[in-house]
């Protein structure tokens, strides 16, 4: 069996469960502001036509020794249909991996010559709402045949616009993250599911003192 120091070839040494590859979700600002924001990251009070800006993260996967073909790694924010994703000028979106900003392509995802390629479709299952998909394969690939970028940021910051189907506090309007990794072993993809974060939206911005 052949091996690269401990490492075997032939598999990712981060397995998909690993908990460094787990995605994280947080909050970062609601209508421009910070203070409107929880300690954490996964809760913020916004109202109707507020923008509400987004991080995704993750990390860069090992996979010296794993075949570049049909390697797949992609984030995915599902979001309530009271959320409306943004990217433009204003309000733009942004994928780094380790500090370096992507470039996203602007073909189809099969002759994407960018560095990841982005789309959005209805949640599936016939629930209301937004799917937002970043695919990172052929960039994250590369980095992870590197062993000094294994481990490094991954992270997208993005906006959605609070739009009119929103629900009031107590009820919240969610979103939830989750990445796509080929499989430890064999063919197809692991889903690693993330975390929600919840926004509160009233009539007028609650301001927290």
Same mark, same amino acid.
């Given at each position: 069996? +052949?091996?690269?120091?401990? !490492? !075997?070839?032939?598999?990712?040494? $981060?397995?998909?469960?690993?908990?460094?590859?787990?995605?994280?979700?947080?909050?970062?600002?609601?209508?421009?502001? +910070?203070?409107?924001?929880?300690?954490?990251?996964? +809760? $913020?009070?916004?109202?109707?036509?507020?923008?509400?800006?987004?991080?995704?993260?993750?990390?860069?996967?090992?996979?010296?020794?794993?075949?570049?073909?049909?390697?797949?790694?992609?984030?995915?924010?599902?979001?309530?249909?009271?959320?409306?994703?943004?990217?433009?000028?204003?309000?733009?979106?942004?994928?780094?991996?380790? /500090?370096?900003?992507?470039?996203?392509?602007?073909?189809?995802?099969?002759?994407?010559?960018?560095?990841?390629?982005?789309?959005?479709?209805?949640?599936?299952?016939?629930?209301?709402?937004?799917?937002?998909?970043?695919?990172?394969?052929?960039?994250?690939?590369?980095?992870?045949?590197?062993?000094? !970028?294994?481990?490094?940021?991954?992270?997208?910051?993005?906006?959605?616009?609070?739009?009119?189907?929103?629900?009031?506090?107590?009820?919240?309007?969610?979103?939830?993250?989750?990445?796509?990794?080929?499989?430890?072993?064999?063919? /197809?993809?692991?889903?690693?599911? /993330?975390?929600?974060?919840?926004?509160?939206?009233?009539? +007028? $911005?609650?301001?927290?003192?």
């Amino acid at each position: 069996m +052949t091996k690269l120091g401990d !490492q !075997q070839l032939g598999v990712i040494a $981060a397995k998909p469960e690993s908990t460094a590859l787990t995605p994280v979700k947080k909050i970062l600002e609601s209508d421009g502001k +910070t203070n409107l924001v929880g300690k954490d990251g996964d +809760t $913020a009070s916004a109202k109707v036509g507020d923008y509400v800006k987004y991080e995704l993260s993750t990390v860069v996967p090992n996979t010296v020794g794993y075949p570049e073909d049909g390697f797949r790694f992609y984030l995915t924010d599902t979001m309530d249909e009271s959320l409306s994703y943004v990217n433009d000028e204003a309000h733009p979106t942004t994928v780094k991996v380790n /500090g370096k900003t992507l470039t996203q392509c602007t073909e189809s995802e099969s002759n994407c010559t960018g560095d990841y390629y982005r789309s959005t479709q209805a949640s599936l299952g016939g629930d209301p709402g937004t799917n937002v998909f970043f695919y990172l394969d052929k960039y994250v690939y590369k980095a992870s045949q590197d062993i000094d !970028q294994v481990g490094k940021p991954v992270t997208v910051t993005y906006y959605a616009k609070i739009n009119d189907k929103a629900v009031k506090a107590p009820q919240s309007n969610d979103n939830t993250v989750s990445l796509d990794i080929s499989k430890f072993s064999g063919w /197809g993809t692991d889903v690693i599911k /993330g975390n929600t974060v919840k926004v509160y939206t009233y009539d +007028t $911005a609650f301001t927290k003192v």
